[in-house]
């Protein structure tokens, strides 16, 4: 999937100091004309809390993937075959419907 860039990028300005967003290319921001404004309304203050959250929240259980290690160290660990294939199966069937969509 090509994804295209339309418009021109956000003046440095606009971007909270706090965002996780890169940083915008440097060009003059376009002339402002008189009684000009926006308002980005709390929704954009939401998401930016969603994000801020996000970001301190691990990707991962660090206490469960030592967990499993110890168990595959010790030779604890087994795979249910059937499980993995259900869950294949389905992960497969959903991007089939996604693509479709």
């Known amino acids: ?22 940083p915008a290319a440097k060009a003059s921001p376009a002339p402002q004309q008189p009684g000009t404004s ?19 929240t691990p990707v991962a259980d660090a206490n469960k993937v030592a967990q499993i290690k110890q168990a595959i160290s010790d030779g604890r660990f087994q795979v249910n075959s059937g499980v993995v ?5 389905q992960s497969v069937q959903d991007l089939i419907t996604n693509r479709q969509a």
């Not at 339309?6 to 890169?22: F, T, W």
């Not at 294939?85 to 199966?89: F, P, T, Y």
Request: aromatic fraction near 0%; proline fraction near 2%.
């Open 1 to 22: 999937m090509k994804i295209e860039k339309q418009g021109s990028a956000l003046p440095a300005g606009l971007l909270s100091e706090g965002s996780a967003r890169a």
């Open 38 to 56: 926006v308002s980005l309304g709390s929704t954009a203050t939401q998401l930016d809390k969603m994000t801020a959250s996000m970001a301190n």
């Open 85 to 89: 294939a259900d869950r294949l199966i």
